[in-house]
């Protein structure tokens, strides 16, 4: 069974352009997580979907992020227009719906790069 | 997510046992404690969760107190591929419908 899948691995842009980062949760999986990870301040939530509706998106930073979530096979995280404050590892996890206790699995992330 | 507290490093030796300890005094009668690890350059991974009772897998065991204010994340043997940053987490929600919160987790080091 495949895992999270993201795309692309690495992404090197310069600041001012749009980014857009994809992931493919786990077929079955109605709950969909993206986070950030930076030395500074480590591993957080930016949204979560459930069955593809935005839940939380209070872990944002900006207007400049947005999320979106078409089907239940595929989001993208935007970032329009980058700054080089945005370059970080971003992670998408998904996770069966609403069942106690359930594990989130994580894809390897997205080391996005702003120069 | 009600706080976990851990130490911040801990140092093993190769095929010895690790313990993992993680404070949770807040913790509520419904929390969950979730461990999950991250090795380097990779996405955090799931290791292991429980309740009430002490839970075994492939990977490691977690023994949870009586009182439930704390636990010990138990890897039986260390390899050195078991080096890794080790988050102690009590999700809102059980773990699977909420976004988990990360502290700075354990870094383990394991010498050879």
């Known amino acids: 069974d495949a895992g999270v899948i993201q795309s692309p691995r690495h992404e090197v842009t310069e600041m001012g352009q749009e980014v857009t980062l994809r992931c493919k949760p786990i077929s079955g999986h109605n709950s969909l997580f993206w986070y950030r990870q930076t030395m500074m301040r480590g591993l957080e939530l930016l949204i979560y979907f459930n069955n593809n509706v935005p839940i939380d998106d209070s872990g944002m930073p900006e207007d400049r992020f947005s999320a979106k979530m078409p089907n239940a096979s595929f989001s993208t995280l935007k970032i329009q227009p980058s700054e080089p404050r945005d370059s970080a590892v971003y992670f998408c996890a998904s996770s069966p719906d609403g069942q106690e206790g359930q594990p989130q699995h994580f894809g390897d992330g997205t080391r996005l790069s702003i120069l | ?112």
Not at chain 2, 63 to 84: F, G, M, N, Q, W
């Open chain 2, 1 to 112: 997510d009600a706080k976990t507290t851990q130490p911040n490093s801990m140092e093993s030796n190769e095929e010895e046992p690790v313990h993992l300890p993680c404070n949770h005094s807040t913790i509520s009668g419904t929390d969950y404690i979730h461990w999950y690890r991250q090795l380097p350059s990779q996405g955090p991974e799931y290791v292991i969760h429980g309740l009430t009772s002490n839970v075994n897998n492939r990977m490691a065991s977690l023994a949870i107190a009586e009182d439930r204010k704390s636990s010990t994340l138990i890897l039986h043997r260390a390899t050195l591929r078991d080096a890794a940053v080790y988050y102690c987490i009590l999700p809102f929600s059980g773990g699977g419908a909420d976004g988990l919160t990360f502290g700075k987790g354990t870094h383990l080091i394991i010498q050879p």
